[in-house]
């Protein structure tokens, strides 16, 4: 089945600990995935992208890894800032959903002075 | 780049109006475009695939004649609620692909936060 969003889990930290956040995506023929924050009243933000041929890619403070064995994607935020508190959503892509995001259920992060 | 915009950001109106939302794309054209709707606190849940010049592909489960979606040009898209009820309330949120026929980041437009009274 697909990954359907319920009730968002939370993660809290402190200003300039590192931050991550896991998702497990459901259908093993995606093969391109895609992280984004939400913040309140808005549309997601392309954060960072992945393809099933890579393990682990970074960005400036964001590092994605992806372990296909177990259908499990991690975000990991450096330093984090009170800015990057919001909601942070995988997405998978791929198969016959092919060109169709479908969305994990997402993460609230607060990040605390 | 790939700038999407949604018009309007927040609507409120009477039960069994009909309501349209816009997406644009500002600075690309998108052959394909995805509408969304999200609940408080929820995931997105992708309603329906908007194809430019054909019938837009509906979500199990998604009133194609509730939800009404025209794709005219390469760079709009239009999603009507008709007869909008209470239950209809909720956050509609559109996307869009710079390239099509390849797996790609899509770009989301802000938003529009529906209120049906």
């Known amino acids: 089945g697909e990954s359907v969003g319920l009730h968002l889990p939370t993660l809290s930290v402190q200003e300039g600990d590192n931050s991550i956040i896991n998702c497990a995506y459901s259908?093993?023929?995606?093969?391109?995935f895609i992280w984004y924050k939400q913040e309140s009243g808005k549309g997601p933000q392309f954060i960072i992208d992945?393809?099933?041929?890579?393990d682990k890619r970074q960005g400036q403070r964001v590092t994605v890894l992806l372990n296909k064995t177990v259908k499990h994607l991690s975000l990991q935020i450096a330093a984090t800032q009170p800015g990057d508190s919001a909601v942070y959503f995988c997405?998978?892509?791929?198969?016959?959903?092919?060109?169709?995001?479908?969305f994990g259920q997402g993460t609230i992060l607060t990040v605390h002075p | 780049g790939a700038v999407v915009s949604q018009h309007p950001s927040w609507v409120i109106c009477k039960s069994g109006t009909s309501v349209k939302i816009e997406c644009r794309s500002l600075?690309?054209?998108?052959?394909?475009m995805f509408w969304y709707r999200q609940f408080p606190k929820q995931s997105l849940m992708l309603m329906a695939t908007?194809?430019?010049?054909?019938?837009?592909?509906?979500e199990q489960g998604v009133e194609k004649d509730k939800f009404l979606i025209n794709h005219a040009s390469l760079t709009l898209s239009t999603l009507t609620v008709t007869s909008a009820h209470p239950e209809d309330s909720s956050f509609y949120i559109c996307?869009?692909?710079?390239?099509?026929?390849?797996?790609?980041?899509?770009?989301f437009g802000d938003g529009t936060r529906l209120s049906i009274l």
């Open positions: 996307s869009a692909n710079t390239r099509t026929g390849s797996n790609q980041p899509q770009h």
């Open positions: 600075d690309f054209q998108a052959t394909t």
């Open positions: 908007s194809n430019e010049g054909s019938k837009a592909t509906y």
């Open positions: 997405a998978e892509m791929g198969g016959t959903s092919y060109g169709k995001l479908t």
């Open positions: 259908n093993s023929a995606s093969d391109y």
């Open positions: 992945i393809r099933s041929n890579m």
